[in-house]
């Protein structure tokens, strides 16, 4: 089984920048894709960014321009930079491992921006 630990969340004043990082047990992070999702209170998870393993990157429109995902295969750990934080960047980020028929979820970390 994959075990996901997020890291990197906390209280970041507006306009402020952080770095999420996802750690992955097992052997497959280097074929899998890697996703980062947010929920905030009383909205559904949604999509903030993702890398293959090759390397291809997507972000959300609320977050383009001021994001970067990455990852470092030797370290089975996945990055997901976020600047110029809002105060609605507010949720829980949660790392997603996807291979084949794997679909495996980190706890989350909670990122609460401050205005």
């Known amino acids: 089984q994959v075990q996901l630990m997020e890291a990197g969340g906390g209280l970041v004043q507006a306009g402020g920048s952080l770095r999420l990082s996802c750690a992955a047990s097992?052997?497959?992070?280097?074929?899998?894709?890697m996703g980062w999702y947010r929920q905030a209170p009383g909205k559904q998870r949604e999509l903030v960014a993702v890398?293959?393993?090759?390397?291809?990157?997507y972000y959300a429109d609320s977050v383009k321009g001021r994001s970067t995902i990455s990852r470092d295969n030797a370290k089975n750990t996945v990055y997901l930079t976020l600047s110029s934080l809002k105060p609605e960047d507010t949720a829980v980020y949660y790392c997603?491992?996807?291979?084949?028929?794997?679909?495996?979820w980190g706890q989350g970390t909670q990122v609460t921006v401050s205005s």
């Open positions: 997603n491992l996807r291979f084949l028929n794997r679909d495996d």
């Open positions: 097992g052997s497959i992070f280097n074929v899998a894709g």
């Open positions: 890398i293959t393993s090759g390397g291809s990157t």
